[in-house]
Structure formats: structure tokens, C-alpha cells
């Protein structure tokens, strides 16, 4: 499939009728099965026998995820696990536990402790002081080492942002920066109460690339309040003139049923869905004309970066920090909410801070909910990852890795893929089931047909989880 920017249509209008049919709810699946299918009977026995298994592999690197969880306000657009409180004060306990799981996870991991890729989300990581910051890196640090050209990665709001905050990373080593934005439009802004300038974004951005960063990436999202064409064109027009490496595009998703502080977004405010669909499809126009290459279903990449290298060379990796390059089997995970995936099962901390201060405290892993994954979990969850990295998947390398005649196994599931062929979403061959350039706006909808679990449990219901897939 050609990447020239030429040779991939948006075809905007074309999309419309199909928007009403396909819009609909659906898992992002950064994993699968997702985990809307975790449960309360996977615990830290479970997680325990399993990185027992992961560190028999000693010379296999590790992925580890820090969730650092405090804001100081809270963006209505926002659906992560986070503690709002303006009182610094209130988060140094946090810190003090979390070191405390590091060495628990140290403890079951003796053996296996090179780290190839490391990511601090949040909530926001540097709410935590610069000196807060070092002293956490430095004590997982004393137990997990990056080793030779590791992925430290950070997420910052350049709002409370500071060049010491930088400065500080990159003295521990950190290489890719994250920067939301979201919409630099002033009525987009004060709609979603996150107000930050390009000025303050630019200077945290030309920090890190003095420091060292290798990479930058910002994030936008669509479908935001008060969002229009015009609008959102600039915006995206201002980060391509930042300069960025990346460039992550998300549609916003309104769930007030899961996040209350949505209710304060007001429905008639969003962009209708058709025009939602317009506002990724300028954008993706824009970041195609300006040379960069679309990295799965939301992502965009300068040629030279990682990302882009990976996808051509059918290397890219997708887990539950994004699209990445690091060759990370097992992803452990620290603080609430922290997902990992480990040797065949999900394991998910506790989301509640007095929950997760208990079992830490108390000395075991503080695990409350994942899922073990089945054999026919492992083969969908290797189909439905190459679609979401490559808009294809290949048939022969999935017979050959779990022994099974494609077209056999997943008969019901081809003809739901060859239904979206007849729409052309997708291509449907004995060798190849693959999205079309139109087809890639809808790769969400495509993956669902080898998705089991949507197909027995979700599939129609009208109080779905799922945000919506454009």
C-alpha cells in the first residue's frame, strides 16, 4: 500500500453516508481483549506466578509505565484517572508509596531489570516538583535500568511546565516529549477550561530540543466544543510550524456516564458528526501535505522519525502507552490505575487511592482486576494489532505462528470484513485482509470483525462503554 499523500485520498464527502452506518461504538484497542473484559478475578497471585514466568526471560528488556495521577484542575475533555487537588502537599505520600511498589515489583522480577522503554503519564507528571521528579526516577533507577537506546518518554501540559522540570529529565536520560494541546483556539479552550498559549507550548518544546530530546509530539483532539474547520485548521497549521516530530490526532469522546465532569459539556456545543469527520480529515490533509506519514489509525510521523522507519519496515508495535518501536514483549505497570501486560495476562492496579495505599503498605502487589488471555485471545489480539499498526494483516504469518487455516478459523469473521469491502473500506484476498485509503478512517470498525468479544457482548447494545469510532 503507497504512502504518497497524493495516493491517499481523504475523499471527505464520500465519507458522509458512511459515517452514518460506521460511526458507531467501539474499543480503540490499545488492547485486546480490552479492558472492558478485566476482572475481579485476576489478583496479585495471579500477577505474582506471572512475573515469575517474565523473569525466567532475563535478557529480554522491560516496558514500564509510571501513572502519576495529580492535576491541578481538571480539563473537561479529560477521561484519565486523575486526583485534583491544588495542595502539593497532598501528592508527597503518593510518591513514597510508589517507590515502595517499585521494590515490591523488584522483588518478583530479580533477574529481569534492563528497561528499554520508559513512559511517566498521568494525571500530570510534572505536577510533581522537578526534585520530586528526580527522586522517583532515581529509586526506580536503583532496581530498573534503561539500557542502551531506551524510549524514556514524558507527558507534560505546558501550563505548569518548567525548564528545570526539562532540565531535570534530561539529565536522567529522557528523549521524547509529549505536549497536549488539544485546540489552540481561544472559544475551544475556555469551553474545555484548559487555556494555554502556543507561546508557553513553543518554549517547553525548544527547551527540549536544546537539552537533547530526539523527539517532540503534541496532541490534538477533534470534536472538542466550539471546534470548526477554520479553527482547528490553524491549530493544526501551528503545531506543523512548531516543528513537531508527532502528531496525535484523537476524537474526543463525551462519556458523562464514566466521567461526571462531562456533564458540563454541553451536547449542542460539538461539532455535528459529520463535520467531526471533517475536522480529522483536514487534518490529516494538512499533516500529509506537510510530509508526514500516517502512523496508525491517529498518529502522524515526519519520515525520518522512529515511528515512520517502523511502520515501513513492518516494526511497529502498539501497547497501552501507543504506537512504538521498542521491542518490549511484557509492560509492567506502577502506580493506580496502571495497566500491565505480562506473559499472556493484563493486570490492572487498583484505581482507588486508599485501595492501592492498603495493599502496598501491606507488601503485595496491588493488583485488583485483569484477565489471562485464552489461545484464541492471542490470535485475534495478533490480528486485530496488525491492523492497527498497518491498516493490513497478513494471512501466512498468522497461520504459521498458531497453526490454524486462516480462512477456516475466521470464517464468520471474513464476512464481516468482505461487508465492509463491499463499502470500500476494506480488501479482502486469500493473503491479505487490508483497509483502503478511505477505509483507514474506519480501521476501529474493520478490527471489530475479528473482535469475539464485541461480537458475543457488545455488539448493539444501547448503553455501550465504547466511544463512538470517528
Known amino acids: 500500500m503507497t504512502d504518497s499523500p497524493a495516493e491517499r485520498p481523504v475523499a471527505r464527502a464520500a465519507t458522509v453516508e458512511l459515517l452514518k452506518r460506521f460511526d458507531r461504538p467501539g474499543p480503540r484497542y490499545t488492547s485486546y481483549p480490552t479492558a472492558v473484559e478485566f476482572h475481579d478475578g485476576v489478583g496479585p497471585d495471579d500477577y505474582a506466578r506471572t512475573l515469575a514466568t517474565a523473569d525466567r526471560a532475563a535478557d529480554a528488556p522491560l516496558s514500564i509505565y509510571v501513572h502519576l495521577p495529580f492535576c491541578e484542575h481538571r480539563c473537561l475533555f479529560c477521561g484519565c484517572h486523575v486526583i485534583i487537588t491544588p495542595h502539593k502537599e497532598k501528592a508527597r505520600p503518593y510518591l513514597d508509596l510508589l517507590k515502595a511498589e517499585v521494590?515490591?515489583?523488584?522483588?518478583?522480577?530479580?533477574?529481569?531489570?534492563?528497561?528499554?522503554?520508559?513512559?511517566?503519564?498521568?494525571?500530570?507528571?510534572?505536577?510533581?516538583?522537578?526534585?520530586?521528579?528526580?527522586?522517583?526516577?532515581?529509586?526506580?533507577?536503583?532496581?530498573?535500568?534503561?539500557?542502551?537506546?531506551?524510549?524514556?518518554?514524558?507527558?507534560?501540559?505546558?501550563?505548569?511546565?518548567?525548564?528545570?522540570?526539562?532540565?531535570?529529565?534530561?539529565?536522567?536520560?529522557?528523549?521524547?516529549?509529549?505536549?497536549?494541546?488539544?485546540?489552540?483556539?481561544?472559544?475551544?479552550?475556555?469551553?474545555?477550561?484548559?487555556?494555554?498559549?502556543?507561546?508557553?507550548?513553543?518554549?517547553?518544546?525548544?527547551?527540549?530540543?536544546?537539552?537533547?530530546?530526539?523527539?517532540?509530539?503534541?496532541?490534538?483532539?477533534?470534536?472538542?466544543?466550539?471546534?470548526?474547520?477554520?479553527?482547528?485548521?490553524?491549530?493544526?497549521?501551528?503545531?506543523?510550524?512548531?516543528?513537531?516530530?508527532?502528531?496525535?490526532?484523537?476524537?474526543?469522546?463525551?462519556?458523562?456516564?464514566?466521567?461526571?465532569?462531562?456533564?458540563?459539556?454541553?451536547?449542542?456545543?460539538?461539532?455535528?458528526?459529520?463535520?467531526?469527520?471533517?475536522?480529522?480529515?483536514?487534518?490529516?490533509?494538512?499533516?500529509?501535505?506537510?510530509?508526514?506519514?500516517?502512523?496508525?489509525?491517529?498518529?502522524?510521523?515526519?519520515?525520518?522519525?522512529?515511528?515512520?522507519?517502523?511502520?515501513?519496515?513492518?516494526?511497529?508495535?502498539?501497547?497501552?502507552?501507543?504506537?512504538?518501536?521498542?521491542?518490549?514483549?511484557?509492560?509492567?505497570?506502577?502506580?493506580?490505575?496502571?495497566?500491565?501486560?505480562?506473559?499472556?495476562?493484563?493486570?490492572?492496579?487498583?484505581?482507588?487511592?486508599?485501595?492501592?495505599?492498603?495493599?502496598?503498605?501491606?507488601g503485595r502487589l496491588p493488583v485488583e482486576r485483569g484477565l489471562l488471555r485464552s489461545p484464541d485471545d492471542e490470535v485475534r489480539r495478533a490480528v486485530i494489532h496488525a491492523l492497527m499498526c498497518n491498516f493490513h494483516v497478513d494471512v501466512a504469518p498468522i497461520e504459521a505462528a498458531f497453526g490454524i487455516d486462516f480462512a477456516t478459523y475466521f470464517t464468520p469473521d471474513l464476512e464481516r470484513a468482505r461487508a465492509l469491502e463491499r463499502d470500500g473500506l476494506a480488501v479482502v484476498t486469500p493473503e491479505r485482509v487490508s483497509a483502503t485509503p478511505k477505509g483507514e478512517l474506519f480501521v476501529r470498525n474493520l478490527a471489530m470483525c475479528f473482535d469475539r468479544y464485541w461480537r458475543e457482548k457488545h455488539e448493539g447494545r444501547a448503553d455501550s462503554v465504547f466511544s463512538k469510532t470517528i
Open 103 to 362: 521494590d515490591l515489583l523488584a522483588g518478583h522480577l530479580p533477574n529481569r531489570r534492563g528497561v528499554s522503554q520508559l513512559h511517566l503519564g498521568g494525571g500530570t507528571p510534572t505536577y510533581q516538583s522537578p526534585a520530586e521528579l528526580r527522586e522517583v526516577l532515581e529509586h526506580l533507577y536503583t532496581s530498573f535500568r534503561p539500557v542502551d537506546g531506551a524510549e524514556l518518554s514524558v507527558e507534560v501540559d505546558p501550563r505548569v511546565t518548567t525548564a528545570e522540570h526539562v532540565d531535570v529529565l534530561a539529565d536522567l536520560g529522557f528523549n521524547r516529549i509529549s505536549l497536549g494541546v488539544q485546540d489552540f483556539t481561544g472559544e475551544v479552550q475556555e469551553a474545555i477550561e484548559r487555556v494555554q498559549s502556543v507561546e508557553e507550548t513553543a518554549a517547553i518544546i525548544d527547551h527540549a530540543r536544546a537539552r537533547g530530546f530526539q523527539g517532540t509530539n503534541v496532541d490534538l483532539i477533534y470534536g472538542l466544543p466550539n471546534q470548526t474547520p477554520e479553527g482547528f485548521e490553524r491549530s493544526v497549521r501551528t503545531v506543523i510550524d512548531l516543528g513537531v516530530d508527532r502528531a496525535a490526532v484523537y476524537s474526543f469522546a463525551l462519556v458523562p456516564w464514566i466521567r461526571g465532569h462531562q456533564k458540563r459539556i454541553e451536547p449542542e456545543d460539538l461539532p455535528p458528526a459529520e463535520q467531526k469527520l471533517a475536522l480529522f480529515a483536514l487534518a490529516r490533509e494538512r499533516f500529509l501535505e506537510a510530509g508526514f506519514e500516517p502512523i496508525g489509525m491517529d498518529h502522524f510521523a515526519r519520515p525520518d522519525d522512529e515511528l515512520a522507519r517502523a511502520r515501513r519496515e513492518g516494526r511497529l508495535r502498539r501497547n497501552f502507552q501507543g504506537y512504538t518501536v521498542i521491542p518490549a514483549d511484557d509492560v509492567v505497570g506502577l502506580g493506580i490505575s496502571a495497566i500491565g501486560d505480562v506473559a499472556g495476562g493484563y493486570f490492572q492496579n487498583a484505581k482507588k487511592l486508599s485501595t492501592y495505599e492498603e495493599a502496598v503498605r501491606a
